[in-house]
Nanobody, 125 residues
Framework: VQLQASGGGLVQAGDSLRLSCAAS????????MGWFCQAPGKEREFVAY????????YYADSVKGRFTISRDNAKNTVYLRMNSLKPEDTAVYYC???????????????????WGQGTLVTVSS
């Protein structure tokens, strides 16, 4: 499956953005999906996870209550709604697809088989 992330941009602190991750090549309903972010000079970090039916969702503590992950399998797209953005949310955001779920790897990059190219989110103070 090929993944294309979009929706990033330059916003001010407190603003909102919605990122999209469109899949092609295979139906997204076969995959467990995650969002990760990578700030300059830092490792890629887990942001959010959603199961293939949307019934299992997890967030990083840093975004809990502010970000919402969702999916529309009919549109082959996964979303990340980002509210109350902070300067520390500035990063490149990546979507990723996994063919199976593991409690030990869903928060880790090695748990995912396919990655999108990333979309840059910049939050100014």
């Amino acid at each position: 499956v090929q993944l294309q992330a979009s929706g990033g941009g330059l916003v001010q602190a407190g603003d909102s953005l919605r990122l999209s991750c469109a899949a092609s090549g295979r139906t997204l309903s076969s995959y467990f999906m995650g969002w990760f972010c990578q700030a300059p000079g830092k490792e890629r970090e887990f942001v959010a996870y959603i199961g293939w039916r949307g019934d299992r969702i997890y967030y990083a503590d840093s975004v809990k209550g502010r970000f919402t992950i969702s999916r529309d399998n009919a549109k082959n797209t996964v979303y990340l709604r980002m509210n109350s953005l902070k300067p520390e949310d500035t990063a490149v955001y990546y979507c990723a697809a996994a063919t199976y779920f593991s409690t030990t790897t869903y928060r880790r990059t090695e748990g995912y088989d396919n990655w999108g190219q990333g979309t840059l989110v910049t939050v100014s103070s």
